[in-house]
């Protein structure tokens, strides 16, 4: 029984090590709030097990200064206050393919997104996706988990 213990753990650890985030992934992950880092994980785990994808995050947590300042270079962005980024509740993420090209990012088509797997996932993982989430304003790199 510990033997088998020993050797599950030990696969279990060597898988994790293979597909360990890399140390900016971490450290962004660990700034959010835990449920959401915790669905992100397990998103970005699933990216890269079942469809070969690499997740970064190009933004996380973010300050009220951070967030009025996207605000006023696109209106679109939510205002100062409003925004899921600033309760680290939200990540921005592209996927890079085994080869590291960006393969998805927010110039990236809908149809390209949805046909890739990731948003079917991100569903499964309990994220909303920017994809359709905001009326008027399409932004696919976006996962929250309001
Ligand atoms: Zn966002």
């Known amino acids: 029984m510990v033997k088998w213990l020993f ?13 360990g985030f890399t140390p900016d992934v971490e450290t962004k992950l660990k700034a959010l709030e835990r449920v959401t880092a915790l669905r992100l994980r397990v998103f970005f785990l ?16 973010r300050s009220t200064a951070q967030q009025a300042a996207l605000h006023a270079a696109d209106p679109r962005n939510a205002a100062a206050g409003s925004s899921s980024h600033e309760r680290g509740l939200s990540a921005d993420v592209n996927f890079l393919d085994a080869a590291g090209n960006n393969v998805l990012r927010k110039a990236t088509p ?8 990731v948003v079917a996932l991100a569903a499964l993982c309990g994220l ?4 359709t989430a905001f009326p008027g304003y399409y932004d696919p790199v976006h996962f929250d988990s309001l």
Do not use: D
């Open 7 to 19: 050797v599950g753990f030990t696969a279990l650890f060597g898988f994790m090590l293979n597909f």
């Open 46 to 61: 699933l990216c890269r097990v079942c469809l070969g994808l690499r997740a970064i995050i190009t933004s996380g947590l």
């Open 110 to 117: 809908k149809s390209v997104w949805e046909k890739s797997g």
């Open 128 to 131: 909303r996706w920017g994809g």
